[in-house]
């Protein structure tokens, strides 16, 4: 797995060349230059990396494939698209979507009030707003001001109380009625571990018999031609597309069907999200058994012929996809702080003037080591080490003999490793294996990637430097926080290598990639570790340019988000301090500034160079 990958997950958006990873667009930076001229403004910590490019990537490229799809199957309907901002509501996340998307009048889809009043203030003049998910009487009115503010918004209910509430709603006020759609429960469920968004005991959606009383009411209430679309969400991250081609047929001729039944202004039908993003690292095992050039015919294809068979006009394609729209561009660059078997250096070995013999034959096995005679003198220090543990338990060595054997019998495995790294035995894989380097990064998985923490989702995972030469040593991470959950271990099944680097002399960061859907707004807090800082990088012909700084909360800031004030926090510490007896006013001033210093930087560690 020499390019950990990358031909598998990257999507051509990254390349590696001169042993760098680059962004494979305009002037191709590398990873490492920007990440260097970041912490060169005295930035420590994890960094999250954000490419409006790769963003305008994915719109572009959903609809691209839709116009395709409906021009080659003669489509009468248009393709309209919104983003879901569950999957991510950050600033500068949402600004890159919204500039990036106006080309398309992308629209925007909203799951709660603030993030209805999100979508209301950011969305593009005249594109569309969509609202899903559980709503009260003051939400469905929001929509109603929307609405009555000229906003394109499409209300899709998801029960009848809330049919019930709109109605009353429309009756009581003056304001604009907004457009309503109606969430169908569908027999069909989705697959996969996000799955749980259909089938019959879905938490969302009308079952057939609600849908007719829903017509019944709006006849009632005189607001039938509202009734524009027809929703469904299968579940996010879609493995295989047979349920979505049933969950198309079921929903396709219940649109059919209604509008049969006189709903004349029913004109779309919204497909929801669940595009899958490629997150795996190893051949063997894929996220997704389609293409998106698969996934738009299918969709367009099976709504043409429905709606042929029953005779009604084709109508209008939503998509609400987020994962697929935003995945890919943000990357997370945590430096490693530590390689746990550093204590292994060849520079701690301390021998004395005589040594065992069984010393002193580790180190002429560790001397003459070579290509020919690896495995045979790696069995001998094995052998030999197995002997000189006894002896350190029965007393015969000392901790300095032990301490020595340990260091010479790990560089000679070590060794062998390099030496058949083309072409590895069984036996040193499983070495290597047992032989797992530790890489402590920088970073909180709880807050950075919670998905990894929670449903163990695999993140690509790769050095950004170092590429040229093979990395050998089976990696575990394990990150800052005081909790044994947060450590992604070694999997044989999906094994991580990554190089043996001196710490104390050079940087090596590590990149998390298609982190950009999900894991900001899910990513807890845990031992008040926030949000990485986060940067927009707009690569041009010449160069890139740093924008949307934010770096991450300040310890103080941190803890007057959970509610403490943080100038009283501030006092207390600073007034201990100087109530302090024994130490000089000179010392006590110094470090009074120190202190203030250090709560005024960000949580994470500050220890690499
Ligand atoms: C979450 C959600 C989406 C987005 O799903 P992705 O898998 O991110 O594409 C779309 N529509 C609805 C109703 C959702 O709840």
Redesign the pocket.
Known sequence: MNNFGLDIWANKNFIIEDGEIKLNYKSMPSLLDIVNNIRANDVKGPLLLRFPHLVKRQIKTLYNYFEKAIEENNYKGKFKAVF?L??NQFPAAVEAITSQGAKYNYGL?A?SKAELILAMSKVLDGANITV?GFKDEEMLTLGFIAAHSGQNITITIEGLNELETIIDVASKSNLKVPNIGIRVRLHSAGSGI?AK?GGMDAKFGLTSTEIIEAIKLLKDANLLEKLTMIHF?IG??IADIAPLKKALREAGNIYAELKKMGADALSSINI????AVEYDQHEKSHARNYSIDEFSSSVVFLLGEIMDRKNVTHPDIFT?????IVASHAVLITPVLELFTQDYQEKLLNFKDTNPPLVEELIELNRLLNNANCIEYLHDALDHMESLFTLFDLGYIDLQDRSNAEILVHNIIKKALYLKSANPTNELEQLQIKLQERYLINASVFQSLPDYWGLGQHFPVMPIHHLNTTPLRAASLWDITCDSDGEIGFDPDKPLYLHDVNIDEEDYFLAFFNIG?YQETLGMNHNLFTHPSEYTISINDSGYNITNAVESKSILEILESIGYDKHEILNQVKNKLANASFITEKEKNDTLLQLERFLYQNGYLRTTN
């Open positions: 879901p569950k999957v889809e799951g899903n996000w968004s969400h996010s991250q929801g999200g669940g595009l609400e996809s987020g994962r697929f859907a």
